[in-house]
C-alpha cells in the first residue's frame, strides 16, 4: 500500500525555524510534482510551497523568502524548511505528491497525513 508519512512538526516560538520531511512508502517508482498545503482552523487548504521533478519551485507569497521547498536524493521524499515562523502559520501542513506506482507505473495523487505545526507569539 502506498502512503506519504511526514514528520518534523512541532511548536516553536515565533521566529524560529522547523523542517518537515514527508517520504513515500510502497511500490513507488517515482515522483512527479511534490507540495506542502496547510489549512488553518476555520480556514481552506492551502498552497504553501510545490516543487516539479525537474525542481522548479513555487510558493505561496505569505512565505516567500521564509520557506524552502526541497527534494531529497531517495526518490519521492521532499522537504520544507520553514525560518522566521511566525503565529499565522500555525496551521496542519499536508504533504502531496503524484507518485508513479506499482508494477504498471501507474500516476496517482497522494495526501499525508498531516502535521501540526504550532508557533507560539
Known amino acids: 500500500q502506498v502512503q506519504l508519512v511526514e514528520s518534523g512538526g512541532g511548536l516553536v516560538q515565533a521566529g524560529g525555524s522547523l523542517r518537515l520531511s514527508c517520504a513515500a512508502s510502497?511500490?513507488?517508482?517515482?515522483?512527479?510534482?511534490m507540495g506542502w498545503y496547510r489549512q488553518a482552523a476555520g480556514k481552506q487548504r492551502e498552497l504553501v510551497a510545490a516543487?516539479?521533478?525537474?525542481?522548479?519551485?513555487n510558493y505561496a507569497d505569505s512565505v516567500k523568502g521564509r520557506f524552502a521547498i526541497s527534494r531529497g536524493n531517495v526518490k519521492s521524499t521532499v522537504y520544507l524548511q520553514m525560518h522566521s515562523l511566525k503565529p499565522e502559520d500555525t496551521a496542519v501542513y499536508y504533504c502531496?505528491?503524484?507518485?508513479?506506482?506499482?508494477?504498471?507505473?501507474?500516476?496517482?495523487?497522494?495526501w499525508g497525513q498531516g502535521t501540526q505545526v504550532t508557533v507560539s507569539s
Open positions: 516543487i516539479t521533478s525537474g525542481g522548479d519551485t
Open positions: 502531496n505528491a503524484e507518485l508513479v506506482v506499482g508494477l504498471a507505473g501507474s500516476t496517482f495523487d497522494y
Open positions: 510502497g511500490i513507488v517508482l517515482g515522483a512527479n510534482r
